[in-house]
């Protein structure tokens, strides 16, 4: 899915204040996700067992590691296997079913959320430059500043508390950044596309086929009629348009992020000078021949960078796409809407009004390619949400103005 910014791609800063030793500290306080500043903060180290460790995040209280590197992240884990294994209220004899659909849902967001606080109780102090100071601690400060930017000039602070687990995070994004996720689509040779922290890797690549098979307006193949890619995200879809023979592509989106990363790999692959990305909410000036959009899929509110690719708070990308649609397609222009039905499957949304929306826009349906997901979670029992996972299909939905 493409990046769709519905927050600040860039991280905000707080100064926090506790007391260590009888003397105060202050740091400032960095977090991608949604959750509020620290309130409580206390020193622990190697001596901390894990059930008292998961007692006080359960309570609310931050942990500011002093202990051994490798022996946090064994903590980490520990919090993390507490969480897996925590206790079910047992059901009395009959009992009603399980939630159906969308309060399932709903509660498996919360109980997300909940984990996400707890395992991001732990955490890390670095300094100015990304460096951190305890035993055995590896220099990861390449990742951090490629996640994070350059500290803020503070007179304050002169170091940053970051959740282990978001360090971790940093960490993994930036391998994913060199080495990149291979993509296999029919038809081309496999080519790489280098995601950035906090911009959505095309890990689920079904999406990808479907573009690659749709057909092309005659149009957009030609020199004079521009094509448009609405939510650029890492590029993937700018390039693989290209390679399918459009000759020139604007890409909008409003995270920064998402352009530096799809500049990054447009400039990879050779295909830079061919499109021309623009700091937008969703439309360019103009018209456009063909223009593509991958909105989030479930509307909703995203808790951190990467959320904004799959939640839509009111659905506001995909309605403002089908709503200025229509204005800005060349006679026999089309629009490329690409989007899952799992939220139809979660009664978040239905195909009734995504086809209202359609109709209201001023647009008809000129056809749609379908297909099934091939990730593992589609075919995971255990997955809460595996009854509309199983039941998901993509679609790429071809539109119009209606005549």
């Not at 590896?138 to 503070?154: F, I, T, Y």
């Not at 959009?293 to 951190?304: F, M, R, T």
Request: with cysteine; hydrophobic share 45%; proline share 6%.
């Amino acid at each position: 899915m493409q990046q769709q910014q519905a927050m600040s791609s860039s991280p905000s800063w707080a100064l926090l204040q506790w007391q260590e030793q009888a003397a105060p500290r202050s740091a400032l306080w960095r977090a991608d996700s949604s959750m509020a500043a620290l309130r409580r903060i206390e020193t622990a180290d190697d001596s901390l067992p894990a059930d008292l460790a998961y007692r006080k995040a359960c309570e609310g209280t931050a942990m500011l590691w002093r202990g051994d590197f490798h022996n946090a992240r064994q903590l980490l884990l520990a919090l993390g296997r507490r969480l897996d294994k925590k206790p079910r209220a047992r059901k009395p004899a009959g009992a009603a079913v399980p939630p159906a659909f969308p309060h399932a849902f709903h509660l498996h967001r919360q109980a997300q959320a909940q984990r996400a606080r707890i395992l991001s109780s732990l955490l890390i102090e670095l300094d100015a430059q990304w460096h951190c100071a305890l035993r055995r601690a590896p220099d990861w400060s390449v990742a951090c500043r490629e996640a994070w930017g350059e500290l803020p000039a503070d007179g304050e602070a002169r170091s940053v508390l970051v959740p282990l687990r978001e360090l971790l995070g940093a960490l993994g994004a930036h391998e994913w950044r060199k080495k990149g996720v291979e993509l296999s689509i029919p038809g081309m040779d496999p080519w790489r596309i280098h995601p950035h922290y906090g911009v959505f890797s095309p890990v689920r690549g079904e999406y990808l086929d479907l573009v690659a098979r749709a057909p092309l307006p005659a149009a957009a193949l030609t020199d004079q009629a521009p094509v448009w890619d609405i939510g650029v995200g890492t590029g993937v879809l700018s390039a693989l348009l290209l390679r399918r023979g459009v000759k020139q592509v604007v890409a909008t989106d409003l995270s920064e992020r998402a352009l530096a990363c799809a500049r990054d790999n447009l400039r990879r692959l050779g295909l830079g000078p061919r499109v021309s990305l623009v700091r937008e909410d969703l439309f360019p000036q103009g018209r456009a021949a063909l223009v593509v959009c991958n909105p989030p899929w479930l509307p909703g509110k995203a808790g951190s960078l990467l959320e904004q690719a799959v939640y839509d708070e009111d659905s506001r990308m995909l309605r403002g796409f089908l709503q200025g649609l229509a204005a800005h397609l060349l006679p026999g222009g089309e629009g490329w809407l690409i989007v899952s039905d799992l939220a139809e499957h979660l009664g978040l949304r239905s195909r009734e009004q995504l086809l209202a929306w359609v109709e209201d826009a001023g647009l008809q349906v000129l056809g749609r390619e379908d297909i099934r997901p091939r990730h593992g979670k589609s075919t995971d029992a255990a997955d809460p949400l595996h009854a509309a996972r199983a039941a998901e299909v993509t679609s790429l939905w071809r539109l119009a103005a209606q005549a």
